[in-house]
């Protein structure tokens, strides 16, 4: 490390920009992300939106943004839009919840980070075959360095240079101390540098991360079809809770029904009893036997005279 972890951080000039647009009212953040304009009316006038209109504002202004950050965590253009989806579906089951967070987007962000960079998408099927590079060269480098990167170093390095949090703000949401933070930054930048040397600077790494984000066409569902997506994952999962709650039931029904009511103790084994030959098992009879056998089989269906009942 060139660097000690408690060596602050430069914050490069963007930080700056990022600082204003978050002090934007509501109605000019509407207005930018494109809300409808009756909503920028309701929230001007001070009036009450419903959660659907809440919800759609923030997906319009969070979900484009999301989707290339998850392209540059992931590398797969389909995860990005799935994880960035599967979050809004979240936020929508728990909207009372994000609704009142004092950083609804950072409930969100953190959400889809959480998903993007889950371990179990390793054994899906359609994720073990590799996706289409970027086509310009130095993108493709530059990807190709981040996807080597651990998941932690990844994630603080797209928070901190491509987003552009605070160290603090970035050690919060990786839950990470500060110092942790810093030295997992100060490595991945590192690693950047000794492949591509000219994204030393933290400014220039930044705007090639943008670029590279930027570059691919990714976009976003509809925030319609989002909330119908969630409401109707919601519904499949209760029906299959109900579903496996009534098969418990049933299977514990039957377990009392059938189970036996009383204490049946095994059945001890046998002992060899001292003095008495063990029994065997009976071989094969000898010719003599067979006869006998025989002679005794007809005179028992005939019988003897003296056993025939007199007529009367």
């Known amino acids: 490390m060139t660097q000690s972890p408690a060596t602050p951080l430069p914050p490069p000039k963007k930080r700056r920009r990022l600082r204003e647009s978050r002090s934007l009212t509501q109605a000019q953040v509407a207005a930018r992300v494109g809300v409808a304009r009756e909503t920028v009316h309701a929230w001007e006038g001070g009036a009450a939106l419903t959660p659907a209109q809440a919800f759609d504002a923030l997906y319009a202004y969070c979900a484009p943004a999301l989707v290339r950050q998850a392209y540059l965590l992931t590398g797969r253009r389909e995860l990005a839009r799935e994880s960035v989806e599967r979050a809004f579906q979240l936020a929508w089951q728990r909207w009372p ?3 009142r967070d004092r950083d609804p987007a950072g ?6 980070y959480e998903y993007a960079l889950s371990p179990w998408h390793r054994f899906r099927r ?7 590079p970027p086509a310009d060269a130095s993108a493709r480098a530059l990807l190709d360095i981040l996807l080597e990167l651990p998941p932690p170093y990844r994630r603080t390095l797209v928070l901190y240079d491509g987003v552009g949090l605070d160290l603090p703000e970035t050690a919060a949401e990786t ?7 810093a030295n997992r930054l100060l490595h991945a930048r590192e690693a950047i540098a000794a492949r591509l040397p000219a994204l030393a600077d933290p400014e220039e790494l930044h705007w090639r991360l943008a670029d590279l984000a930027s570059t691919e066409r990714l976009s976003a569902a509809r ?3 989002v909330r119908t997506g969630g409401e109707r994952r919601t519904r499949l999962w209760t029906r299959a809770a109900i579903a496996s709650t009534v098969a418990l039931m049933a299977t514990t029904a039957l377990t009392l029904r059938t189970a036996p009511t009383h204490y049946e103790p ?6 060899t009893v001292r003095g008495v030959p063990p029994r065997v098992a ?3 009879l000898s010719q003599g ?3 006998l056998r025989e002679r005794l089989r007809k005179a028992t269906a005939s019988g003897p005279a003296k056993l025939t009942p007199a007529p009367r």
Do not use: C, F, M, N
């Open 282 to 284: 009976l071989g094969p």
């Open 97 to 99: 919840e994000v609704a």
């Open 289 to 291: 036997e067979l006869e």
């Open 175 to 181: 839950e990470a101390s500060t110092p942790a933070t």
């Open 126 to 132: 359609r994720h073990r075959q590799p996706e289409p």
């Open 266 to 271: 095994p059945v001890p084994r046998g002992e």
């Open 223 to 225: 925030p319609a079809a």
């Open 107 to 112: 409930w969100v962000r953190a959400t889809t």
